[in-house]
């Protein structure tokens, strides 16, 4: 079966760094388009950024626009979150998600949490 498995969170202090990783298997990584979204408590779930299947072209949402890097290998199956000058705003449990047409696979999500 398709198994997402996220790593990398943590506490960080506002203004650090963490790199989550997300390792894929049970699906024919290169042909998905990866990516990352986070919820916050009392949230609804939102976009963060992703990286399309050759890793050509990556998307990012205003908020972490500058601050927030994806990258892709397709040879390990696994995608990466470079988070850099983090806010207190940032934290929320983060997701990887595999997305090709209708198959939509989710990762059971890392928690990062940034403190002022």
């Known amino acids: 079966q398709v198994q997402l498995v996220e790593s990398g969170g943590g506490l960080v202090q506002a203004g650090g760094s963490l790199r989550l990783s997300c390792t894929a298997s049970g699906l024919t990584f290169r042909s998905y388009a990866m990516g990352w979204f986070r919820q916050a408590p009392g949230k609804e779930r939102e976009f963060v950024g992703a990286?399309?299947?050759?890793?050509?072209?990556?998307y990012y949402a205003e908020s972490v626009k500058g601050r927030f890097t994806i990258s892709r290998d397709n040879a390990k199956n696994t995608v990466s979150l470079q988070m850099n000058s983090l806010k207190p705003e940032d934290t929320a449990v983060y997701y990887c998600?595999?997305?090709?047409?209708?198959?939509?696979?989710w990762g059971q999500g890392t928690q990062v949490t940034v403190s002022s």
């Open positions: 990286i399309s299947s050759n890793g050509g072209k990556a």
């Open positions: 998600n595999a997305l090709l047409r209708a198959s939509d696979y």
